[in-house]
């Protein structure tokens, strides 16, 4: 098994927004690979804490994973030399100061005459500094930069806060990346422990019997075993969907184990005989468990579909997984209770319990007597939904899922706070001609544009070879500050020698501009937006973009992995509604297949859209947001509910032929033989699910909250609402001859228990 080490990329790899990013990191490379470090300390620019900032820095850049640094400790500017006309990198301040007055002239200095830094090294807003640390882009997506992080940077920083007392904050995506991924796999083995024990502790309470929870707990272990072993055999990396197969496993093969033990012990109580329990748990729940299997995996296949290389790996291990559960469920349970003794009363008491009994009764009574109120309940649940389905908003927030109690996360929004955002946001620009960019016009209309971002509140001001061509005005009029401006033309001709100079040294504006000089790089960072407000920020900037960068002169694209991110979700809302409407039209072929009757897919689809809209409604009026955690509930939800409608159908279709064609002594057998089950399953789906309410990832919670309150009202949903719709229009649904006979063999006739009795017998 492998853990990612990059972003989940939701986007087709042939979208045109991943062919413009990946454009961009062929000119320029990965621009996640800064880390910064900031502090707010008062007394910084004393002589003991200065000089221990200065050691930070030194420190970390002795690290091989770190290309260089910029801070106030190493921080260089611009000074110009008229003999040579040329401009030479000079050291802003001497590296061994010698009292707090010279710190603080140079802190004076750095603040008011440096502008260039802005934003960079430094914050006006509360005098906060920061050092910048770029790691080597190589290993920006690669292990070995989680291990510098976790391993190196992570102890530094709390050793120096210890040592020094001084407060950092500490951000940047490789960093951000890093303690993200930390958190689920640290998650991964308490989801599963925790679905292990809540599952097993309800199965028992259920069961009372060691054994049968034993026997469940083992099948489910075994599922949990064969899911990482997909995900290594298929060459899958750990992500945040990947990681939460494993408990879903558990949560999804624990009703498995319930449909099947409970048949096996109802027909040990009801006639004894160990092998025909055991061949009848085989033929009749297997078919029926079979087909619900089916439909919750193909509830997961259909991620398969979206085209996203994030998605479709989790809808192939996730469909695998629950095929390979079934499979494991079929096997192993009626081969381990074959060699055992028959159950013995004690181990079914549980089946006549008086308050299971109880819940029963009242079902069948509200079925029975209540019908209208029923109706009443359903259409006033779908109006208050449908309300609510229209304040649903779409979120591609990269750090919205991100756990908000982490340390991690508050120094995010403090460099929002101090520094305008910390995401990358990057445009790129073409000239569409070699040192294109050099040209003064060029770069008046990257001031014009760097201008109008600055304006936006949810960007920072933009770093790029303006701020370089300012730099170098202010270096030639001896770095007076109020020079930190474009040269107009005839200026450009007295510093363009100066600035010729700096081609030959290093080349250390190289991250503004690609070696051709065609491409200039823009680079501002932006808080933590969502879809629809980032989408005003493009509605704002692209019709200033096509009125400065006019359409057949330049070419001009906005990328970034948090725009990437932004776009992705976006397209998963689109793909939504497709990846739904294709579960629903599988699980409808496979009711098609299962009873042959049109009519009878159209009322057992009814008890199951009613819960996804409420789900919908109840994301509208909770406030959570669409995103690609929370949009996985509406195919997991309608996979598994089905599960609950096709066991009471196929129950249902026996009780038809058993009780030749009358309805209604059909409907109220089959509810309350499938009552018991239904209502273990669901419970343990519910708690099962609400296990993912632990996780410290907001998407995480609202994944397993929403599916676990769709899943309970699911369950009331096909035991009510199923059958008063059955019973109401029995005339033009339920009868002989819109229930053709189906494709799953049911034993039904005496000769065929004969036969099964006297080959277990044999």
């Given at each position: 098994?492998?853990?990612?080490?990059?972003?989940?990329?939701?986007?087709?790899?042939?979208?045109?927004?991943n062919?413009e990013?990946q454009?961009?990191?062929?000119?320029?490379?990965?621009?996640?690979?800064l880390?910064?470090?900031?502090?707010?300390?008062?007394d910084?620019?004393?002589p003991?804490?200065?000089s221990?900032?200065?050691?930070?820095?030194?420190?970390?850049?002795?690290?091989p994973?770190?290309e260089?640094s910029i801070?106030?400790?190493?921080?260089?500017k611009?000074?110009?030399?008229?003999?040579?006309?040329?401009?030479?990198?000079?050291?802003?301040?001497?590296?061994?100061?010698?009292?707090?007055?010279d710190?603080?002239?140079?802190?004076?200095?750095?603040?008011?005459?440096l502008?260039?830094?802005?934003?960079?090294?430094?914050?006006?807003?509360?005098?906060?500094?920061?050092?910048?640390?770029?790691l080597?882009?190589?290993?920006v997506?690669?292990?070995?930069?989680?291990?510098f992080?976790?391993?190196?940077?992570?102890?530094?920083?709390?050793?120096?806060?210890?040592?020094?007392?001084i407060?950092?904050?500490?951000s940047g995506?490789?960093?951000i990346?890093t303690?993200?991924?930390?958190?689920?796999?640290?998650?991964?083995?308490?989801?599963?422990?925790?679905?292990?024990?809540?599952?097993?502790?309800?199965?028992?309470?259920?069961?009372?019997?060691?054994?049968?929870?034993?026997?469940?707990?083992?099948?489910?272990?075994?599922?949990?075993?064969?899911?990482f072993g997909f995900?290594?055999?298929?060459?899958?990396?750990?992500?945040?969907?990947?990681a939460?197969?494993?408990?879903?496993?558990?949560v999804?093969?624990i009703?498995?184990?319930?449909?099947?033990?409970n048949?096996?012990?109802?027909?040990i109580k009801?006639?004894?005989?160990?092998?025909?329990?055991?061949?009848r748990?085989i033929?009749?729940?297997?078919?029926?468990?079979?087909?619900t299997?089916?439909?919750?995996?193909s509830?997961?296949?259909?991620?398969?579909?979206?085209?996203s290389?994030?998605?479709t790996?989790?809808?192939?291990?996730?469909?695998?997984c629950?095929?390979?559960?079934?499979?494991l469920?079929?096997?192993?349970?009626p081969?381990?209770?074959?060699?055992m003794?028959?159950?013995?009363?004690?181990?079914?008491?549980?089946l006549?319990?008086?308050?299971?009994?109880?819940?029963?009764?009242?079902?069948?009574?509200?079925?029975?007597?209540n019908r209208?109120?029923?109706?009443f309940?359903?259409?006033?649940?779908?109006?208050?939904?449908?309300?609510g389905?229209?304040?649903?908003?779409?979120?591609?927030?990269?750090?919205?899922?991100?756990?908000?109690k982490?340390?991690?996360?508050?120094?995010?929004?403090?460099?929002?706070?101090?520094?305008d955002g910390i995401?990358p946001?990057?445009?790129?620009?073409?000239?569409k001609r070699?040192q294109?960019?050099?040209?003064?016009?060029?770069?008046?209309?990257?001031?014009?544009?760097s201008?109008?971002?600055?304006?936006?509140?949810?960007?920072s001001?933009?770093?790029?070879?303006v701020?370089?061509?300012?730099?170098?005005?202010q270096?030639?009029?001896?770095?007076?500050?109020?020079?930190?401006?474009?040269?107009?033309?005839?200026?450009?001709?007295?510093?363009?020698?100066?600035?010729?100079?700096?081609?030959?040294?290093?080349n250390?504006?190289?991250?503004?501009?690609?070696?051709?000089?065609?491409?200039?790089?823009?680079?501002?960072?932006?808080?933590?937006?969502?879809?629809?407000?980032m989408?005003q920020?493009?509605?704002?900037?692209?019709?200033?973009?096509?009125?400065?960068?006019?359409?057949?002169?330049?070419?001009?694209?906005?990328?970034?992995?948090?725009?990437?991110?932004?776009?992705?979700?976006?397209?998963?809302v689109?793909?939504?509604?497709i990846s739904l409407?294709?579960?629903?039209?599988?699980?409808?072929?496979?009711?098609?297949?299962?009873?042959?009757?049109?009519?009878?897919?159209l009322?057992?689809?009814?008890?199951?859209?009613?819960?996804?809209?409420?789900?919908a409604?109840?994301?509208g009026?909770?406030?959570?947001?669409?995103?690609?955690?929370?949009?996985?509930?509406?195919?997991?939800?309608f996979?598994?509910s089905?599960?609950?409608?096709?066991?009471?159908?196929a129950?249902?279709?026996?009780?038809?032929?058993?009780?030749?064609?009358?309805?209604?002594?059909?409907?109220?057998?089959?509810?309350?033989?499938?009552?018991?089950?239904?209502?273990?399953?669901?419970?343990?789906?519910?708690?099962?699910?609400?296990?993912?309410?632990?996780?410290?990832f907001?998407g995480?919670?609202?994944?397993?909250?929403?599916?676990?309150?769709?899943?309970?009202?699911?369950?009331?949903?096909?035991l009510?609402?199923?059958p008063?719709?059955?019973?109401?229009?029995?005339?033009?649904?339920?009868?002989?001859?819109?229930?053709?006979?189906?494709?799953?063999?049911?034993?039904?006739?005496?000769e065929?228990?004969q036969?099964?009795?006297?080959?277990?017998g044999k």
């Open positions: 098994m492998r853990f990612s080490h990059t972003e989940a990329n939701l986007l087709p790899d042939k979208d045109s927004i062919l990013y454009g961009f990191l062929e000119k320029f490379g990965d621009e996640g690979n880390i910064v470090i900031a502090t707010k300390d008062a910084l620019f004393t003991e804490k200065y221990a900032w200065v050691q930070l820095a030194d420190s970390l850049e002795k690290y994973e770190v260089y801070g106030i400790g190493n921080l260089q611009l000074q110009k030399n008229e003999e040579q006309k040329s401009f030479e990198f000079i050291a802003a301040y001497p590296e061994n100061p010698e009292n707090e007055e710190l603080l002239a140079y802190q004076k200095q750095l603040f008011e005459e502008p260039f830094y802005e934003g960079l090294v430094y914050s006006k807003k509360s005098n906060t500094v920061q050092t910048a640390i770029y080597d882009k190589a290993i997506n690669e292990k070995e930069r989680k291990d992080v976790l391993q190196d940077l992570v102890p530094f920083i709390e050793s120096f806060q210890e040592q020094h007392n407060k950092l904050y500490v995506m490789p960093y990346r303690l993200n991924s930390k958190n689920i796999v640290d998650e991964i083995q308490w989801f599963v422990i925790a679905a292990l024990l809540v599952t097993s502790f309800i199965f028992f309470f259920f069961f009372r019997s060691y054994r049968a929870t034993l026997i469940s707990m083992l099948t489910v272990v075994i599922g949990v075993m064969w899911a995900l290594g055999w298929f060459g899958y990396e750990i992500t945040v969907l990947t939460i197969i494993p408990p879903l496993i558990i999804i093969g009703p498995n184990c319930i449909f099947l033990i048949k096996y012990q109802q027909e009801k006639h004894g005989n160990q092998a025909k329990s055991l061949q748990v033929t009749k729940i297997g078919n029926a468990t079979l087909m299997n089916l439909t919750t995996a509830g997961f296949a259909t991620f398969i579909f979206t085209q290389e994030l998605l790996e989790f809808g192939v291990v996730a469909s695998v629950i095929l390979s559960i079934f499979l469920s079929l096997l192993i349970i081969i381990i209770y074959s060699y003794p028959a159950p013995k009363d004690k181990h079914l008491r549980h006549g319990k008086q308050w299971i009994e109880g819940f029963v009764d009242w079902m069948e009574a509200k079925v029975r007597f209208v109120s029923i109706y309940v359903s259409v006033g649940v779908l109006a208050i939904s449908i309300i389905i229209f304040n649903i908003r779409i979120s591609g927030s990269l750090l919205e899922d991100m756990p908000q982490a340390e991690f996360f508050k120094d995010i929004q403090f460099f929002e706070e101090e520094f995401m946001l990057e445009i790129m620009i073409n000239t070699p294109g960019v050099t040209k003064l016009s060029t770069i008046q209309k990257m001031e014009k544009l201008e109008i971002i600055t304006d936006l509140p949810q960007l001001r933009p770093l790029s070879i701020d370089v061509a300012k730099y170098s005005k270096s030639f009029y001896n770095n007076n500050p109020k020079y930190y401006q474009l040269p107009t033309r005839q200026e450009q001709n007295f510093i363009a020698p100066y600035i010729k100079s700096l081609d030959n040294d290093e250390r504006f190289a991250a503004y501009i690609d070696s051709t000089g065609q491409y200039a790089r823009m680079t501002t960072f932006m808080k933590d937006v969502g879809t629809e407000e989408e920020i493009e509605a704002t900037l692209w019709p200033q973009i096509n009125k400065i960068f006019p359409d057949g002169q330049f070419e001009v694209s906005i990328t970034g992995k948090a725009l990437i991110f932004q776009k992705g979700t976006r397209y998963l689109k793909n939504l509604i409407g294709l579960a629903i039209l599988l699980i409808a072929i496979f009711m098609a297949w299962m009873f042959r009757s049109f009519r009878m897919i009322i057992s689809l009814i008890p199951n859209l009613l819960p996804l809209l409420m789900t409604g109840m994301m009026w909770l406030g959570i947001p669409i995103k690609p955690s929370t949009i996985l509930v509406f195919s997991i939800a996979g598994i089905v599960d609950d409608t096709i066991h009471f159908l129950k249902y279709r026996q009780e038809l032929k058993a009780n030749h064609w009358k309805i209604k002594k059909s409907v109220y057998p089959a509810l309350r033989e499938t009552a018991v089950s239904m209502f273990y399953t669901s419970i343990v789906l519910f708690f099962g699910f609400s296990v993912f309410m632990i996780s410290s907001g995480t919670v609202a994944l397993g909250g929403l599916v676990s309150a769709t899943l309970l009202f699911a369950m009331l949903a096909n009510l609402l199923l008063s719709l059955l019973l109401s229009l029995e005339r033009s649904i339920a009868n002989k001859k819109t229930l053709k006979e189906p494709q799953m063999k049911i034993i039904d006739s005496e065929d228990e036969n099964i009795s006297e080959q277990g």
